[in-house]
């Protein structure tokens, strides 16, 4: 079996910085035509000469002959700059602005602390049609970790919609049923990115014969109905919800240790993952929209051009890959894949 697709897009990629861009651009380059770069770097990526600099930093590690493109979002802080916003829109690399309730996941201490701190510049993004990227969920430490998606609708996502309802958002790494029908059923211009790990695997995974680190992200993988209405949206050819991996690299030290960061790395296989999830429900004829098509629709970009094929191919996941000088562990380590990407 081979299948032919436009070269897919991500959606939702975190790259970090430095030394470690080697890594990870190269695996996301061999996959993905664009990615949408986030933002939550230490020092945060808050402007956009920030995000240009960030940027050439991306292109630098890109490898030699490779045509990939990073695009960038910008980190909403409580004082972010309203009068910025315009520039954004009118720049040709950045797209989005992130939106992430401080304390809420990995270096996102300097997030938004109250919604109503940023009108002003949600204000002048629904004006300008910049899209918010949002980390939807309740931070609140009387909210169970489990709630917090759910209760993030509830008490942030709907108010701000019915105060912006131009506003473009679109729901990052959705993990919930309750997720998948807003997004499915808003009367307002509301899209979603969802991951491979979460259309894979339900929270049994993070337990099986012990703690098992690297499956363990933010926001957590949820119970099995959950992951069920997830890959039937994702598989639906519903146009609002499309590919974001949220790809998130942490040296092996830092996942396997007593308090570990949260997050899945599945850039080196991304597709391959999402094929697999979609063929389990003898849905692969509609990966392409999902991969290749909505995101950029979404974004009002132009659709990819170039072609990659996938092969029912088996091959086995390396143990570790490096990391700058450090070593990552990739989701399915050791373990055997069904679909491999080539071109």
Not at 316 to 343: M, N, T
């Amino acid at each position: 079996m081979s299948l032919r697709l436009l070269r897919p897009d991500d959606w939702h990629l975190h790259l970090r910085d430095g030394a470690k861009l080697t890594s990870t651009v190269a695996h996301t380059a061999n996959q993905f035509g664009r990615a949408l770069v986030m933002p939550n770097l230490k020092p945060p990526v808050i402007t956009l000469a920030q995000a240009a600099g960030y940027r050439e930093r991306i292109l630098a590690a890109r490898p030699a002959g490779n045509r990939f493109e990073p695009l960038m979002a910008l980190y909403l802080t409580d004082n972010s700059d309203a009068k910025e916003v315009a520039a954004v829109k009118q720049s040709d690399f950045a797209l989005a602005y992130k939106l992430y309730p401080a304390g809420a996941t990995t270096n996102s201490d300097a997030g938004v602390t109250g919604i109503e701190k940023v009108y002003g510049v949600l204000a002048e993004m629904e004006k300008h049609g910049v899209p918010l990227c949002v980390h939807g969920e309740e931070t609140d430490h009387h909210v169970d970790i489990f709630d917090r998606e759910k209760v993030f609708i509830d008490r942030t996502l709907i108010p701000t919609l019915k105060r912006f309802p131009g506003l473009k958002v679109v729901f990052e790494h959705i993990t919930t049923k309750d997720a998948a029908e807003f997004v499915r059923d808003s009367e307002h211009q509301v899209a979603a990115t969802i991951t491979a790990h979460h259309l894979l695997y339900n929270r049994n995974a993070i337990f099986q014969g012990g703690i098992r680190p690297h499956y363990y992200c933010l926001p957590v993988l949820k119970r099995e109905h959950h992951r069920a209405a997830l890959l039937d949206a994702a598989t639906s050819g519903n146009a609002r919800f499309f590919l974001g991996t949220d790809s998130a690299p942490h040296a092996v030290h830092t996942k396997e240790a007593s308090c570990g960061c949260a997050g899945c790395y599945t850039a080196h296989a991304a597709v391959e993952l999402y094929a697999e999830a979609f063929a389990s429900v003898g849905k692969l004829d509609r990966l392409e929209g999902f991969s290749s098509l909505f995101g950029s629709d979404w974004y009002g970009v132009a659709r990819p051009t170039e072609y990659v094929h996938l092969h029912q191919e088996e091959w086995q996941v390396p143990a570790r890959y490096a990391f700058g000088s450090d070593e990552i562990v990739p989701l399915r380590a050791g373990e055997a894949l069904r679909y491999k990407l080539v071109g």
